[in-house]
């Protein structure tokens, strides 16, 4: 069975430093992983996803993942955080049998002034 | 990119009545839909699939008789809440997906549904 495992409920940086959020999978085989961010009262929008390709995903807003198979791992990361990037994120994992996607419990990013 | 969108975004209803939601791919032909329900301060909990022209499929503990869902087109489905009652009150979100083997979902903006 496939599972996502966010370790950080909430996470607080200041604007301008690092973004790191973390995301650990269990899968049976090669996976597909996404990451999607919600902003308060919008729509969830695609980030990024990997789908065995390259290993370093870039995605949009300055967003990257790199998916590390020997840690299970699919942390997202951003150089240098804006006040926009205040919102929820989702790490999510394809079901390949039937490409259903499987939640992680969600990390909320603070930014400080 | 593909646009998905829900009617209403927000309604209010009493008990005992039952409300609709729609659902409706704008750009693209979706030949497979989902339903999710976000309770505050949570993850997505999958309700059920729909494919073109069939009968939804409920994941465990969902009551289908409960949440009717339809999806008659390519462009629309609708999950209809029937005899809401205060705990059905919740964020209700859809997702459309093109073709079969596509993995990517496209997102509405969600519907927030409260029952009086």
């Known amino acids: 069975a496939q599972s996502v495992t966010q370790l950080d409920s909430h996470v607080s940086v200041s604007e301008g430093t690092p973004v790191l959020l973390r995301c650990n999978y269990s899968?049976?085989?090669?996976?597909?992983l996404f990451w999607y961010v919600q902003h308060p009262n919008k729509g969830l929008q695609l980030l990024l996803k990997y789908t065995s390709a390259a290993t370093l995903v870039k995605g949009i807003n300055g967003f990257e993942a790199e998916f590390k198979k020997s840690e299970t791992s699919f942390h997202l990361t951003k150089p240098s955080a804006h006040m926009s990037d205040a919102a929820e994120y989702f790490c999510v994992v394809s079901d390949r049998g039937n490409y259903q996607l499987i939640w992680g419990a969600g990390t909320k990013l603070i930014i400080k002034p | 990119g593909a646009v998905v969108s829900q009617h209403p975004s927000r309604v209010i209803c009493k008990s005992g009545t039952s409300v609709k939601i729609e659902c409706r791919s704008l750009?693209?032909?979706?030949?497979?839909m989902f339903w999710y329900r976000q309770f505050p301060k949570q993850s997505l909990m999958l309700m059920a699939t729909?494919?073109?022209?069939?009968?939804?499929?409920?994941e465990q503990g969902v009551e289908k008789d409960k949440f009717l869902i339809n999806h008659a087109s390519l462009t629309l489905s609708t999950l209809t809440v029937t005899s809401a009652h205060p705990e059905d009150s919740s964020f209700y979100i859809c997702?459309?997906?093109?073709?079969?083997?596509?993995?990517?979902?496209?997102f509405g903006p969600g519907t927030r549904l409260l029952v009086l």
């Open positions: 997702s459309a997906r093109e073709g079969t083997v596509q993995e990517t979902q496209y």
């Open positions: 899968s049976s085989y090669s996976p597909s």
């Open positions: 729909s494919n073109e022209g069939s009968k939804a499929t409920y």
């Open positions: 750009d693209f032909q979706a030949t497979t």
